[in-house]
């Protein structure tokens, strides 16, 4: 008994015992709040936003009705990406939303959205991101002029600080609201930032990426706004100081869980900063020429929209990922993706959870939702008796990387 024990202990410390899969299915879970709360509250946030036809109103309805009442119906044979969803959905559909790995239901309501509004299909509403409005309303407020200022703060910092706190501003931009301000001049919100992370590897980051070195670095983005623009803050300090030779940036290729950052929103992000003044406006013009020399390269893939993990990634971006110094995936989802949405152990190891990950990879993550890896048996003791909500709040976050 106590053999099996240890022996059940050895592997699920090598992340090699599966972990139950997370579903929606328990009342009162994070999984189960977002699926029956959030979900239909976004519905009428997207129908509010735009001054949709009678077609589009319908299928919202329809949707609503079907998510909170009915059960996982299949796309229409006629969608493009029927075949792809058929397959994919197979076991879930004709059952209860809350049935489905959270993961899957989160990415199934997505496309779902996007086919009520008319995303896909031909016609006047072709393309038009129903979550623009919230993305520009972001961007165009106050919050992003302060965090552009305080790039002025950070200028004339030496290097290796602002190295520093460009990384922090690109982890806590995911839970938009510190940015920059964590490291430019505020040492509480400084010292609170740091004290809130759960892990942090950025040694070993920086460790991968010497200067001087020709090396090509993937940046996996979340979400647009004020998380985007630090990240291309962060692209602009590895490029200007040698950590990276050339910047693949990927982004969605579609409208993704409301915030998640495309093309459009890469443009839209660069143009706020060539138009601020000071060193906000400087960054944005390098980074502008950088797009013109392929230096920066913005690339996207059906695969950022898929409901899979990465482990499950197509060979094409195995590729890419292998021919990295380092990838760093940005925000939870990623996480979840990258590690696996499973209800682990907070202590099975990161580089475990990994392992499959084709090259070096790194996880600059808010906690917002219930997975969790990597983590030594002190902090998570010292989380636990806190009492507070750190696995879906925002308000912890950490930086794993594997070499
Ligand atoms: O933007 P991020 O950091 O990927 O966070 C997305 C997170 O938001 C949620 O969709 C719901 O709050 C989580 O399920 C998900 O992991």
Not at 29 to 45: G, K, W, Y
Not at 106 to 118: D, H, K, T, W
Not at 186 to 201: G, K, Q, T
Request: hydrophobic share 45%; glycine share 8%.
């Amino acid at each position: 008994m106590t053999e099996k024990t240890s022996g059940d202990e050895a592997a699920r410390d090598a992340g090699t015992v599966d972990a139950p899969v997370i579903l929606g299915d328990e009342p009162g879970s994070f999984a189960r709040s977002v699926l029956a709360e959030r979900h239909p509250a976004l519905i009428r946030q997207v129908r509010d936003a735009f001054p949709y036809g009678r077609r589009q109103h319908e299928a919202l309805d329809a949707l609503l009705d079907e998510i909170t009442n009915g059960v996982v119906r299949p796309l229409a044979p006629t969608d493009h990406d029927h075949v792809r969803w058929a397959a994919r959905g197979r076991e879930h559909f004709g059952r209860s939303w809350y049935d489905a790995p959270f993961l899957w239901a989160e990415s199934y309501f997505y496309r779902r959205l996007l086919g009520a509004v008319g995303y896909f299909g031909a016609g006047p509403w072709q393309g038009v991101d129903p979550f623009a409005p919230f993305k520009q309303a972001e961007l165009r407020g106050d919050a992003v002029d302060e965090e552009l200022r305080a790039l002025d703060t950070l200028a004339g910092a030496p290097a290796e600080e602002r190295a520093t706190a460009l990384l922090y501003a690109s982890l806590w931009g995911n839970r938009a609201g510190l940015g920059f301000r964590v490291t430019a001049g505020e040492p509480a919100v400084a010292d609170a930032a740091v004290a809130a992370l759960v892990a942090d590897h950025s040694a070993t980051l920086w460790q991968l990426l010497p200067a001087g070195a020709s090396a090509t670095v993937a940046v996996v983005a979340d979400n647009a706004g004020r998380e985007l623009i630090p990240d291309l803050v962060l692209i602009d300090h590895l490029l200007v100081h040698g950590h990276a030779e050339r910047v693949v940036l990927h982004v969605k290729p579609d409208p993704y869980y409301v915030s998640d950052a495309m093309t459009a929103d890469v443009v839209d992000c660069l143009r706020r900063l060539v138009e601020a003044s000071g060193e906000a406006g400087r960054i944005g013009g390098r980074l502008w020429k950088a797009m013109a020399t392929g230096s920066l390269e913005v690339r996207t893939h059906p695969f950022f929209c898929a409901p899979l993990p990465y482990e499950e990634m197509p060979e094409d971006l195995r590729k890419e990922f292998a021919g990295a110094a380092l990838a760093i995936l940005k925000g939870d989802l990623n996480y979840r993706r990258l590690v696996g949405d499973r209800l682990w152990h907070p202590t099975v190891p990161f580089a475990g959870r990994t392992a499959h990950f084709p090259g070096a990879v790194a996880a600059l993550r808010t906690l917002k939702s219930d997975v969790i890896v990597g983590l030594e048996q002190g902090t998570l003791d010292a989380l636990e008796r806190s009492g507070a909500v750190w696995r879906t709040s925002g308000t912890h976050a950490l930086i794993q990387v594997r070499p």
